[in-house]
């Protein structure tokens, strides 16, 4: 009797006010999924970027957490006007800067049942379902980059960490040599350099060496290996690009992964913008030799339609990871279940993880892998005939891309580069506050350039077409 009266007393600390009834949650989803209906319906008639500075949202979000809540709706409200609607719209169709990505329905509803599910994808124990669905997922994109039955992989928050994955397991695989150098390109992104910052690599041991037309080559790589074991150092990892986010520019991975086997060097290949492209004929023969990589960097995020958060990391060999992250620990020794129940959060840094992989899951089951390489090959279209348009153009002048980005700059003639520079900046600004798409620049060999990255399923030529007119009549309107 007197355990139930305890228990019966239980129920009184649990009088806290963080619950809902089911009437109110339904009612407040049903809120929150018409708001974002009427968003992704209104989209491509609102201007691509939306932002306000330091002062003015200050004022609206400077506060005090409340004592006392707020009716929930009014709390919608104000996240979506004064928060959410101040950003770059990533996913509209005319939002072309930086690499952005444009989500399916499915995948943001998966987002949303992962966290409603309360789903921690740590170890399979604690979610096994999601833990399996992980490794159908990493399964697949083995087979699309084609690595080998025994490679394995993560999906991590986004190419960043899985290049930091990438690097440990690199390091760990070589030992942990104490004069360790890793190469790339002066084109690499930047993901690349903090990892090997990370890993402990010194700035001095990090060639960043010349690029040609944003490419890696081979010649120099070599060349440096030669040098650098002359001085006694150890070439550990080389890190190829599959579409460099500026140009997206594709480094000959076939004779890189070359002078990596002859060398005993790890081959990473950053395929972070690029991986998507493998889906289709064209990228798939522009992508040859990704196979030959001892790891892969691909953003779920970007060219294959997700919300953020969706990196992966993909290794050649699935124990990598696993020798370079697994660590007993007492408080989760009930979680090892045995070799063929890898937890997922022994091969990486994250102990509690959110569910991620259901999102590509759901949206590929949805719709099915036709769609997604329309969808991609649709990208490369476009930024095939932005290229035509551009060369065409009498102010515009088409300076390189490759994959879907197509980098260019105004150029009416008879100016020279300080003045193009300026009148660049000019134009780009105009687009800026007026324009009714969102682009950013680039610098390719040190010339200011324009950029479009056309990763987005619902992007049509119109789009890009009437982009590029407009860019135009600015420039028109800026030299005269
Ligand atoms: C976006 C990108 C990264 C970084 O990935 P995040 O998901 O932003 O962390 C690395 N490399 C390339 C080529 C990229 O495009």
Known sequence: MTGRSAAAD????????????AGEMADLAQYATEILVERWQQLADERAWEGDFRDSLASLLDEDPPEEGHPPRHVIDRAVKDVLCNTLRLDHPRSFGFIPTCPTWPGVLADYLAAGFNVNAVAWLVASGPSQLEAIVVNWFRQ????????GGLITSGGSAAALHALVAAREAANNPRRAVVYMSDATHSAQMQAARVIGIPASR?????????RLMPDSVAQAVSADRKAGLTPMIVCANAGTSSRGAIDPLSELAEICADQGIWFHVDA???????????????????DLADSIVFDAHKWLFQPYEGGCVLVRSADALEKAFAIQHDVLQDTVWGVKHANPSDLGIQTSRSFRALKIWMSIQTFGLAAFRSAIDNGLDLAEHAGEYIRASSVLELMGGSLSIVCFRVNPGGMDEDALAHINRVVLAQMFWHGHAFLSSTSLDRRPAL???????T?????????LVEIEEWAQEAVS
């Open 272 to 290: 972070a913008y690029g991986g998507g492209a493998i889906l289709t004929q064209r990228g798939a023969k522009a992508l040859k030799g990704i």
């Open 451 to 457: 950029r479009l990255c056309i990763v987005n399923h």
């Open 144 to 151: 699309w980059f084609g690595l080998p039955e025994g490679a």
């Open 206 to 214: 990090i060639r960043a060496l010349p690029s040609d037309q944003g």
């Open 459 to 467: 992007t049509t030529w119109r789009d890009v077409v009437e982009t």
């Open 10 to 21: 239980s129920t009184e600390f649990n009088q806290n006010g963080l619950q809902m009834s």
